[in-house]
């Protein structure tokens, strides 16, 4: 946890307070009412905290509010989703998850992904899941991993399929596996951790576990970073070694990633790809 911002605390906490009608959360104002807003007591009661605390906060002295105080104050106040995630920051605590996607990928990010034409491109949830790619990237990958949905779940997810998928092993140099793994791994871990280990997270995490032993030793070591960037090589079967710079956007709630693979410019890699993109996936399909 990080220091509290006392000060902005409690101006943030007034003034939600203040622009709160009694009649937004079911209540009467009454004739005499001279409080701008709701009274401090009565989002005291709705948060199911005491006003004392609740003054002390807004009078910047107030103790560290817990997790559990500060989702109960965001609801009395009726925070969105960003002003929720500001009080946490403002108390030292990290943000919860916001809301997932889930499989449904956004319009914004669909254009974007048809215009990539230069480029091999992907969109990922951050469990691992391909939810879309652009032309190029399906000539590159051909069906290593289609793009949900599937029938089967599991099928789309790209981390369930380094680890189970032989094809997926041959499309990367032999000595590159050791890294790809961890790559993987570390990345789901923190995904798991931003998610609060929903039931999907656990159910993936479990199935992987169950079905690679490679897999559960490396989740053991309990590494964890989010992939942005690193340099990857594919073996391709027409054209042979790729040396790719990866590249890893995020949108706001981080729950759908875009995935850009560039090649240094004149590079014989920016040659084979632009190779791939004229001759598209009908010549060069991995089998």
């Not at 009661?45 to 559990?68: I, V, W």
């Not at 099928?155 to 094809?167: A, G, K, L, Q, S």
């Not at 790809?180 to 999907?200: I, K, T, Y």
């Not at 590249?247 to 014989?268: H, K, N, V, Y």
Request: with cysteine; aromatic share 4%; proline share 7%.
């Amino acid at each position: 946890m990080n220091p509290m911002d006392r000060r902005e605390l409690a101006d943030f906490i007034r003034r939600c307070r203040h622009r709160l009608q009694p009649q937004d959360v079911g209540l009467t104002a009454g004739p005499r009412r001279r409080t701008p807003g709701m009274r401090r007591e009565e989002v005291a009661l709705l948060a199911g905290m005491s006003a004392d605390y609740l003054m002390r906060l807004e009078q910047a002295r107030g103790p560290q509010p817990s997790t559990q105080v500060l989702r109960s104050l965001a609801h009395a106040l009726r925070l969105d989703d960003d002003e929720r995630d500001h009080l946490y920051l403002l108390t030292g605590h990290r943000p919860p998850a916001g809301r997932l996607a889930g499989t449904h990928v956004r319009p914004g990010l669909l254009t974007l992904l048809d215009q990539l034409t230069a480029s091999p491109a992907q969109v990922v949830s951050d469990l691992g899941d391909l939810l879309a790619q652009n032309a190029l990237a399906e000539t590159l990958f051909g069906d290593l991993c289609p793009a949900a949905p599937h029938d089967h779940e599991q099928d789309h997810n790209i981390v369930w399929r380094w680890f189970h998928d032989p094809r997926m092993r041959a499309s990367v140099p032999a000595e590159d596996h050791d890294y790809c793994s961890r790559l993987h791994v570390a990345d789901l871990r923190a995904a798991v951790a931003r998610r609060g280990n929903d039931p999907a997270a656990e159910a993936l995490v479990e199935r992987l576990r169950a079905g690679s032993p490679e897999f559960a030793t490396v989740w053991d070591r309990h590494e964890v970073a989010v992939r942005r960037n690193s340099r990857m090589r594919l073996q391709h079967p027409a054209v042979g070694l790729l040396e790719l710079d990866f590249e890893m956007l995020l949108t706001p709630a981080e729950d759908q990633r875009l995935i850009l693979l560039t090649a240094p410019p004149g590079s014989p890699t920016a040659e084979y790809l632009d190779l791939l993109r004229v001759v598209g996936k009908e010549s060069f399909q991995l089998s």
